[in-house]
């Protein structure tokens, strides 16, 4: 399963922290040996990966299970670090903090360090971990069956008339599931504990402060972080925020993501009608309006007459081409690739190959984490289906690219237990030092949502709106303005005197 398809389960919204290496790289006889404090140590030991820095290194860090009992049972968190090639320009660490819920920061690190140490010019050690459940870290199981693990299932579509009965059954049958294997390990799947995470990480290597550049859900770690540890902060980058609403949280990024994809979408329809898409046979109709029109009717016709794929016993149907479509507006790169989809569920002559991402089910252990932090961190409303059926269908009229599926009902409306503490409430207490970045059109985490996270800090921020489409801006789908404003507040502290904007 590829980190660009947990990014895209349910919330889609992605920091890497380093280290000095001073006072944490001593050889112990252990990768978890602790100081005589409490403090850990962490003894790094190389992990390169396949095009990633050759001088990333890796260690485990054990952080308790239950914060309110912190000398009991231990878990372990996969860490990370990337040090400073130009140690005389090194001004501290830097912690990449991925989204999801459900991302590898780890696996992040490796994706974007190298670019980061150019950006950086070696200011920062680079570090980040893996969150609880995610990776090479501790991870819980709900023993889901198969079918019940497929992206197109844990998003939640409706049935093909806009009916949730079967939607309603299998949220059932996950939270059930969920409450009877997950245990407490499942249950300490929190946003406030990756908060806590992060600061014993912090500890770990040594740092009194540290600087963040946090993506999608990591945002909003970040911005918890920054509201529990502010004292704690050097220059903390937001790149890709939802609405921290404290009452929601999950349920309203999902909510807002119909409106998201109405917004993204006619940067799909433009490239899908312009005359260059002939070469390749992708060019789906003459005029960028004919398009949506095009796509809704293809999806109404694989709703009623799904069509075999390459993958035996998964056929594309209608929502099937619907998340292929949501995950194709993550970035202009995959457009190609759900435009040659549409050719071949239209053409018939031969089989369509499905995304890898939707051609099999997620492992359960990544299920578990997706569910369990969105379904942990607030109390869902026990709505009827009645409720949840009247949403979906108001919801599919207002936004038919997404037909209803970010209001859908969820395993959180039947989880069992209530939260562990409420969600943090994002205020404008705080040092001065975040700078926001976020493009217009972003699919998974609005534009109009980020304002929200704007307006919770206050004076604390300054937004960079980039004129884009797309999510995930720095290093990303931005453009050379955005970047340039991550990059100096990064090396020099610097930010626009106010919130400002990147034209396209």
């Given amino acids: 399963m590829t980190t660009y398809a947990k990014k895209t389960l349910l919330l889609a919204l992605s920091a890497a922290s380093v280290a000095a290496g001073l006072t944490v ?42 914060y309110r009992d912190p000398a009991g049972r231990q878990i372990t968190l996969a860490v990370s670090r990337i040090r400073s090639d130009r140690p005389e320009a090194r001004r ?7 989204g999801g819920p459900g991302s590898s920061g780890v696996q992040r690190l490796a994706q974007k360090g190298a670019a980061l140490q150019r950006e950086t010019a070696g200011a920062y050690d680079l570090v980040a971990f893996d969150p609880r459940g995610v990776g090479a870290s501790t991870t819980a ?37 969920c409450a009877r294997n ?17 600061d014993r990480f912090r500890e770990a290597l040594g740092e009194r402060k540290l600087s963040a550049w946090s993506v999608s859900y990591g945002t909003y770690v970040a911005a918890g972080y920054a509201q529990k540890f502010p004292e704690r902060t050097d220059r903390w980058v937001l790149d890709s925020s939802g609405d921290p609403d404290p009452k929601r949280v999950a349920r309203g990024w999902l909510a807002n993501m119909a409106q998201g994809a109405d917004d993204r979408f006619p940067d799909f329809a433009a490239w899908a009608a312009h005359p260059d898409r002939d070469r390749d046979g992708l060019r789906l109709a003459a005029r960028p309006e004919e398009v949506e029109p095009l796509v809704l009717a293809l999806a109404a016709a694989l709703d009623r007459a799904p069509r ?12 099937r081409l619907r998340q292929a479509l949501q995950s194709s507006l993550y970035n202009d790169s995959a457009f190609a690739s759900f435009a040659r989809l549409v050719r071949a569920a239209q053409d018939g002559a031969q089989p369509p190959v499905l995304p890898p991402e939707l051609a099999q089910p997620l492992r359960d252990e990544d299920a578990a984490v997706m569910v369990g932090v969105v379904c942990n961190d607030v109390a869902w409303p026990r709505t009827s289906q009645a ?16 037909a209803g599926m970010p209001v859908n009902v969820l395993p959180c409306s039947y989880w069992q237990g209530a939260p ?21 059109r972003d699919p998974s985490t609005p534009h109009f949502g980020a304002l929200k996270m704007r307006e919770a800090l206050g004076e604390r921020a300054v937004l960079v709106t980039v004129e884009r489409g797309g999510h995930g801006v720095y290093l990303g789908n931005g453009n050379p303005c955005g970047d340039r404003a991550v990059t100096g507040f990064l090396t020099t502290g610097e930010r626009p005197a106010g919130d400002t904007e990147c034209a396209g």
């Fill in 308 to 319: 075999e794929s390459t993958t035996p016993g998964v056929p594309v149907t209608g929502n």
């Fill in 420 to 440: 562990a503490q409420k969600p943090v409430r994002i205020t404008d207490d705080g040092p001065s030092n975040i700078l926001m970045i976020q493009n217009r």
């Fill in 182 to 198: 997950g245990g407490p390990v499942l249950r300490s799947f929190t946003t406030a504990n990756q908060i806590r995470d992060l």
């Fill in 141 to 177: 199981s709900c023993d889901l069956a198969p079918e019940d693990r497929y992206l197109t299932t844990l998003r939640s579509w409706p049935g093909p008339d806009g009916g949730i009965t079967e939607n309603v059954a299998r949220s059932r049958r996950v939270a059930e599931a």
């Fill in 92 to 98: 501290g660490t830097l912690v990449v903090i991925p």
């Fill in 25 to 66: 790289t001593g050889a112990v006889a252990t990768a978890a040996a602790h100081t005589g404090s409490d403090t850990p140590r962490l003894a790094w030991h190389p992990c390169a990966r396949p095009d990633g820095p050759a001088a990333q290194e890796c260690a485990e860090l054990p952080v308790p299970l239950d």
């Fill in 387 to 402: 409720a949840y059926q009247r949403a979906v269908g108001e919801d599919r009229a207002r936004h038919p690219l997404t």
